[in-house]
């Protein structure tokens, strides 16, 4: 079973919901839809398939689990700010985002992590996950120019040194090209390719870290209480 986030583009590309500025109709087009459950978590769709989810994840000292913030913020006037706190060692950090597009073919995401002490942890991480039916390879780029390619589906790999750009070259897709800003290390693991936004420590004050998503057609950001009731309305039926 697709889940409603999944059944909800599709039916909204279907029935026209979803439009990009520009593109004649029957244009390829991309869209960043933020979760209703989650304001945290995106899914990124081409022509109402989805391609990559993207989730906030953490882990304490010694992998303890802690998981992700939450927030039910809506986007207003094409702008979302969202936060939420996380307890990590039980000290508290509050984690906040802007996402936005910022350009016709771009969107994005600057995470702000807040913490009154220095804050031990193990990861914390950006989490993209490639949809299963998709197909291709991950290009990292680090500091010194170098590359190193990833499998689809992900796996657990080495990936040593910090990125500044992380390609998905995804086959009859296109590529959506990943900058981080400042760069970071990279995990790569079974299913998943982890950005980390903190690792080890992470330092009393503030930290931000600016993720850029650029895709290979015009995109819409979906985020908004209005966009959001219509696709409760077209997925709500006997199935669920």
């Not at 060692?89 to 994005?108: F, L, W």
Request: net charge negative; glycine share 8%.
């Amino acid at each position: 079973m697709r889940t409603w986030i999944q059944t909800a583009i599709a039916a909204a590309v279907a029935m026209g919901l979803i439009t990009t500025a520009g593109p004649a109709r029957g244009a390829q087009q991309w869209t960043a839809v933020v979760s209703p459950d989650n304001s945290f978590s995106t899914l990124l769709a081409k022509d109402g398939k989805p391609v990559l989810e993207a989730q906030i994840i953490a882990w304490g000292p010694n992998w303890a689990w802690v998981g992700s913030p939450s927030s039910k913020a809506r986007a207003v006037d094409g702008v979302l700010k969202t936060s939420g706190p996380m307890t990590i060692a039980g000290e508290t950090v509050t984690m906040a985002c802007e996402v936005q597009k910022s350009g016709e073919q771009s969107v994005t995401y600057m995470y702000e992590l807040t913490a009154e002490k220095d804050v031990p942890l193990t990861t914390l991480v950006s989490s993209l996950s490639v949809n299963r039916s998709v197909s291709g390879e991950i290009v990292v780029t680090n500091v010194n120019g170098e590359q190193q390619t990833l499998p689809i589906p992900e796996r657990l790999q080495a990936v040593p040194g910090e990125a500044t750009e992380v390609t998905f070259k995804l086959k009859d897709v296109g590529d959506v090209v990943l900058t981080l800003d400042p760069p970071c290390r990279i995990q790569a693991e079974n299913g998943a390719t982890r950005v980390e936004l903190a690792h080890e420590l992470l330092k009393a004050g503030k930290t931000v870290v600016t993720l850029t998503f650029r895709f290979p057609e015009p995109v819409s950001f979906v985020g908004s209480s209005e966009d959001q009731e219509k696709y409760t309305h077209v997925v709500a039926g006997p199935e669920w």
